[in-house]
């Protein structure tokens, strides 16, 4: 563990390739070799700047690969290693069709709990993810592409993403 350890994208840091479609499992492996190594328990007596290290270490590993594994915000990182902010603290979604989107998903959410009705909750749910694996397929082409016009998409792709899987979690 050197200082230039802590200067690795989370890609490097878990070597993995810098890409929006990744092996989950092999994810996982890679963050516990690393934590079983550099876990600060390993270094109890090492010197005070070691074991600081090891904290420091354990924390970037962990924020790796929370980072990595989920869709949303390894979109955001890849894009944010392009010198792109997604922008996610701006609530503005410029696509009009999926606003329309929205206001259906939303009434029908509202339409479903007055109502009790756990179907119309379901049918909202399963629309919600075949949109969802829909723009997870647009997200991996889009980041082969890797040229400015696809980022921009992906950029605006992602936003939608985490729309959609913050009104999943409504929905559960």
Not at 10 to 25: G, T
Not at 30 to 56: G, I, K
Not at 109 to 120: F, Y
């Amino acid at each position: 563990m050197t200082e230039n350890d802590f200067k690795k994208n989370y890609f490097e840091l878990l070597s993995l390739e810098a890409s929006f479609e990744i092996d989950v499992v092999l994810l996982r492996d890679r963050m516990r070799a690393l934590q079983m190594r550099f876990h600060p328990d390993r270094f109890v007596n090492a010197s005070p700047q070691e074991r600081r290290l090891s904290v420091q270490y354990a924390a970037l590993i962990n924020e790796a690969f929370d980072v990595l594994r989920s869709p949303v915000s390894r979109a955001a990182y890849l894009l944010q290693l392009k010198s792109i902010d997604v922008e996610f603290e701006k609530n503005v979604v410029f696509d009009p069709e999926f606003l329309m989107q929205q206001m259906q998903w939303r009434e029908a959410l509202e339409k479903a709990r007055a109502k009790g009705d756990t179907s119309l909750a379901k049918t909202v749910d399963d629309d919600l993810h075949k949109t969802m694996q829909v723009m997870l397929s647009q997200l991996t082409e889009l980041f082969k592409n890797d040229d400015e016009n696809s980022l921009m998409q992906a950029k605006s792709i992602t936003r939608k993403l985490k729309f959609c899987l913050k009104m999943q979690e409504k929905l559960n």
